[in-house]
């Protein structure tokens, strides 16, 4: 079953220095520093007005959690991060559970490729 992999084609794009990049991962999570609310940035982007409070979420100084290939991906992320959050009555996590984060979640993406 490939027919929902046909809009997802990998592009290679060229950025402003002439550089080849990738297309898989488009978004970060990232988090307010004012408000503590998860939120998701363009790559590209240097910074964001975070939505609930208004402050600017800046590349580099907001923590970065994940990097996503979409939109969709990044939503479905940050409600499991809150919900991980909620359950062990947590504020943030630590170094190791983001390296965890990641490697979970990098599982399910190389998951779903073989799967294709
Ligand atoms: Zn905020």
């Known amino acids: 079953m490939s027919c929902h992999f046909r809009h997802r084609t990998p592009v290679t794009k060229v950025n402003n220095l002439?550089?080849?990049?990738?297309d898989i991962s488009m978004y970060l999570i990232v988090r307010c520093e004012n408000c503590y609310t998860f939120?998701?940035?363009d790559r590209f982007q240097k910074w964001k007005l975070c939505p609930v409070c208004g402050g600017t979420m800046e590349r580099g100084s907001v923590p970065e959690y994940l990097e996503v290939a979409d939109h969709h991906e990044a939503e479905a992320v940050i409600a499991e991060l809150e919900r991980y959050l909620y359950e062990n009555k947590r504020t943030d996590?630590?170094?190791?559970?983001t390296e965890k984060l990641r490697a979970a979640y990098i599982r399910r993406v190389s998951s779903s490729v073989e799967n294709r």
């Open 18 to 22: 002439g550089e080849y990049i990738s």
């Open 39 to 41: 939120s998701y940035m």
């Open 93 to 97: 996590f630590t170094l190791d559970e």
